[in-house]
Nanobody, 111 residues
Framework: QVQLVESGGGLVQPGGSLRLSCAAS????????MAWYRQAPGKQRELVAS???????NYADSVKGRFIISRDNAKNTAYLQMNNLKPEDTAVYYC?????WGQGTQVTVSS
């Protein structure tokens, strides 16, 4: 089972940017897909973006054109670059691989 640790969340103004990181333990990171999810207060957890071991990506319609998911297999790390952030992007962001979840990192978009 892989262990995941997110970082990079914080408070940002609308229109701003943040980059989230997800560091994974173990040498098998490169073999598996990674995904970012988010959960806003009172809402269900939703898929934001995913990336396969080969680098194919998929995005929720709400973030297409603004967010970019990537991975660096040499560093066992996945990233989520978030641009043009909106207040509705406020949520706890989680990374997931196989059946493992990180602890989450808070992203707050507010003026």
């Amino acid at each position: 089972q892989v262990q995941l640790v997110e970082s990079g969340g914080g408070l940002v103004q609308p229109g701003g940017s943040l980059r989230l990181s997800c560091a994974a333990s173990g040498s098998i990171f490169s073999f598996y897909s990674m995904a970012w999810y988010r959960q806003a207060p009172g809402k269900q957890r939703e898929l934001v973006a995913s990336i396969t071991s080969g680098g194919s990506t998929n995005y929720a319609d709400s973030v297409k054109g603004r967010f970019i998911i990537s991975r660096d297999n040499a560093k066992n790390t996945a990233y989520l670059q978030m641009n043009n952030l909106k207040p509705e992007d406020t949520a706890v962001y989680y990374c997931k691989s196989l059946d493992s979840w990180g602890q989450g990192t808070q992203v707050t978009v507010s003026s």
